[in-house]
Structures are given as C-alpha cells and as structure tokens.
C-alpha cells in the first residue's frame, strides 16, 4: 500500500516458511520475479511483524491488537517450535493451525523497483495491490541492546524501521511474566529509552505513532520527539496528545547526546546510541559520541546501521 501524504510504501509479505523467526536489527533481500527489467533485488530492514490468528475466545482476547485477527506482538513472547509458535501464542488461539507471519517492510520509493512498486500501488483506486514477494534472508544480527540501562535512538525517515523491533522487543522482555514464560531469554534492563526520529513527511510520523510505536507511546520509560525538517508542512499537533513531542527542523544531536550521556552518568547507568539514518545524521551522532567520550563519558555504546544499501 502506497501512502502518498508520507512517500512511503507499505509492503506487508507473509512468508511461506513457518520456521522464520524475525528479530530486531534482520533484514532481508525482495525479489519481484516476472517483471520485464529483470531479475532486481534489494535489501530492507523488516520494520515490524505481526500474527493473523483465527477468532479468540475467553480472556486470551486481550492480546488481540487488532479486530481483524492481527496480534500485537508487543503483548506477546516470541517463542518459536517446530510447528510454530509456542507458549501464550498457542493458548490464544481457538484453532490448531499456526499463526500465519506477517512482515511489514516501509519503503521509500526512489528509482528502479521501488518506483514500479509504487506504481503498481497508484494504479489501484485503494492504493494497494497484490504482487509475489520472494524473500531472501534473514541477513544481520540483534544488538544486546536490552542490557544497557539508558537508550538513546536517533533515526531518520525510514530508519525507524530499525528502531521499531527493539522498541517492541524491550516491550516483550519488560512484561511480568517474561521470565516464566521465555526462562531463556534475559529480561531488559532499560530504565531509559529515548527516540529522536526526524524526517520529512509528518503522515508517516502520524502512521508509525498510531500504529507500530503505539504500544510504547505513553509508558514511564519511553519518551519519543519527532522532528519534522519539511518548511513548508506543519507539525501534526494531535501527535502531542498520545504523548510524542513535536518540532520543526533537525535535531541538535551534539546537546542531546551529551545531556544523555550526563543523565547515565549521574545514574551510574550504561548508555546505548543506536543511530540510523542518511550519511550526514550519522556522522553527526558519530562526532557528538566520540565528543561526548573525550569529555569523560565513557560507559556509552555506539550502534550504527547502514542506511545506503
């Protein structure tokens, strides 16, 4: 689905395999096979995934996050076997299948493919269309990011893909009854977290805020501040409301950086930087760490991810 307002295209893929196991920080090759420029392929962070179950009955509905059968996977560990997924998953479900895997890729559309892609989309009146996806991967590893206590992520434009899976995995760990329920898995240790997205298009902030990040948006721990760098378009105010800050212009990352670092310092905690974004954002998270360091902060943690593929 193509979102004109926000210049991003949705691309939502169930894969066939029930064996895949998403995690933060993957990302995987798309192939569109059949098309008359040949054989293309391209790399995309797996922004967020989800689970179409069959109806729910009794106190497990609650973990529905959707009404059309979508799981919210913030609710829910991700506990994998050979026949799917295990643990709360299989008691919410009324039915013996498995859930069916639904990977959310944000795209935006430049040239080549992606072009096409959002072709295919403006041709329908809905915007959206049907198209065979062939997946390759997953390629890339998840960063231990739940065992620092202060986080500071800093993404722009579709970078929040990186972002969104660790926000949703700190959610996962942070449950009660996580270490019953995934007895293998560490729980988080994040008392701080913070995201700095700036990008042009305020649509897709309003998206992502409603739909992916809502979960975290309003928690003690999460704070989010969006920063919109289009002159010509306003900041969404009702994105104020469900607790996200909004402004105009680009981040200060040298003076956020450095009060982080202070804040973690005072704390006696240990600080993450996850950067990604276009070359110069980065660069400037770079610099402001190693300054931040030079100036004695050193319980910091720099995680950088590509975003020139």
Not at 71 to 93: C, K, M, R
Not at 158 to 187: C, M
Request: aromatic content about 12%.
């Amino acid at each position: 689905m193509y979102d004109k307002e926000a210049d991003v295209v949705r691309l939502e893929v169930a894969p066939a395999s029930i064996r895949l196991r998403p995690e933060a920080g993957q990302y995987y090759f798309l192939y569109q096979p059949f098309r008359l420029t040949g054989w293309e392929s391209h790399p995309f962070t797996v922004g967020a995934w989800s689970y179409e179950l069959g109806p729910f009955k009794g106190p497990s509905a609650k973990l529905l996050g959707k009404s059309n059968g979508s799981l919210d996977i913030s609710q829910v560990p991700l506990l994998y076997g050979d026949d799917g997924i295990q643990g709360s998953l299989e008691e919410a479900s009324d039915t013996n299948s498995s859930p069916a895997l639904k990977l959310i890729f944000w795209i935006r559309p430049y040239d080549g493919w992606t072009r096409q892609l959002r072709h295919q989309c403006l041709k329908s009146p809905t915007r959206a269309t049907d198209a065979r996806i062939l997946l390759e991967g997953p390629y890339g590893g998840t960063f231990p990011l739940w065992r620092y206590e202060f986080v500071l992520m800093i993404v722009g434009g579709t970078g929040i893909a990186f972002a969104v899976p660790y926000i949703q995995d700190h959610l996962l760990r942070s449950a009660e009854d996580w270490s019953s329920q995934s007895p293998e898995k560490e729980k988080t240790q994040i008392q701080d977290i913070e995201l700095i997205w700036s990008g042009r298009q305020a649509a897709f902030f309003r998206d992502v805020a409603y739909g992916e990040l809502k979960p975290a948006l309003g928690r003690e721990e999460f704070r989010a501040s969006f920063y919109s760098t289009a002159t010509a378009e306003a900041p969404p105010e009702d994105l104020a409301a469900i607790g996200c800050k909004i402004k105009s212009g680009r981040p200060e990352l040298l003076s956020l950086i450095l009060q982080r670092a202070r804040d973690a310092t005072n704390a006696g905690a240990s600080l993450a930087i996850v950067v990604c974004g276009p070359v110069g954002m980065a660069r400037e998270a770079r610099a402001a760490t190693h300054f931040a360091m030079r100036q004695g902060y050193q319980s910091i943690k720099y995680v950088e991810e590509s975003f020139t593929w």
